[in-house]
């Protein structure tokens, strides 16, 4: 189980992305915080053509390592409309469980050992990453 040392840094996890599909141009940016397995965070979401729709979320949750290297994490998300169509609409609500294996690989790059359906590989190192044309 992690510590609750008042030593334990604030993890800052800043984020955001820009999409465009044919007509239509979203933006996302925001910030989640961690520190003490406790998350808090805010992010903006807007469409940026045709009607502009906004929506502020803002995320809490707690983190429960249950093993070394594998995490439950239990996510609350409250997504507001502050602009466009469905502003007053009193909102949205959601709630995520998440299992994470820290060290679990399925093809062999990053942490773990590597684990790969159906059997092991010769050469042991990390799948190539097939290039497209």
Sequence with gaps: M??????EPLKVNI????????????????????K???YLGGWFKSTMTGVVN???????????AFYEDM???????????????LQ??????????IL???KLSIFGGGGGNGFV???SRRGGGPMECPTFY
């Design 2 to 7: 992690m510590s609750r040392n008042g030593d």
């Design 15 to 34: 984020g955001g992305i820009y999409q465009n599909q044919a007509n239509l141009n979203s933006l996302q940016v925001g910030l989640n915080l961690l």
């Design 36 to 38: 003490y397995n406790i």
């Design 54 to 64: 906004s929506a502020l979320a803002l995320v809490a949750g707690y983190k429960y």
């Design 71 to 85: 995490n439950l994490k239990f996510m609350y998300s409250y997504d507001l409309q502050i602009s466009g169509a």
């Design 88 to 97: 007053g609409t009193g909102g949205a609500h959601e709630i995520s469980l």
């Design 100 to 102: 994470e294996f820290d």
């Design 117 to 119: 359906p159906g059997g």
